[in-house]
């Protein structure tokens, strides 16, 4: 497994930007499928957006396809969020996780996982 942990996150009124960063630990980085996934008050959580290894695969959640994007750079062990033309009901923490299998990485939770401790993102109206 890997560790992970998530930075970028604050308070921004609606339309407004945000990069989200997910740094990992351990060598093997590389080779997990990485992703977003949230969780609003009250809420489930949910798949925002997901890369393989290679960054040449991407899902999105259609509720932020074409306003966000997921992005790695494998050489610093970091995936990005970066999020834009933001709403309200984009509020809520953000969870960077780590997948063996790209296939699995849209699903709500696998049991090879690994989740960061998530990062919180407010978006006013």
């Known amino acids: 497994q890997v560790q992970l942990v998530e930075s970028g996150g604050g308070l921004v009124q609606a339309g407004g930007s945000l990069r989200l960063s997910c740094a990992a630990s351990?060598?093997?980085?590389?080779?997990?499928?990485m992703g977003w996934f949230r969780q609003a008050p009250g809420k489930e959580r949910e798949f925002v957006a997901s890369?393989?290894?290679?960054?040449?695969?991407?899902y999105y959640a259609e509720s932020v396809k074409g306003r966000f994007t997921i992005s790695r750079d494998n050489a610093k062990n970091t995936v990005y969020l970066q999020m834009t033309r933001l709403k309200p009901d984009d509020t809520a923490v953000y969870y960077c996780?780590?997948?063996?299998?790209?296939?699995?990485?849209?699903?709500?939770?696998?049991?090879?996982?690994?989740w960061g401790r998530g990062t919180q993102v407010t978006v006013s109206s």
């Open positions: 351990g060598r093997t980085f590389s080779s997990y499928a």
């Open positions: 890369i393989s290894w290679s960054g040449d695969n991407i």
């Open positions: 996780a780590a997948d063996p299998d790209f296939s699995s990485a849209v699903e709500p939770d696998t049991v090879n996982r690994s």
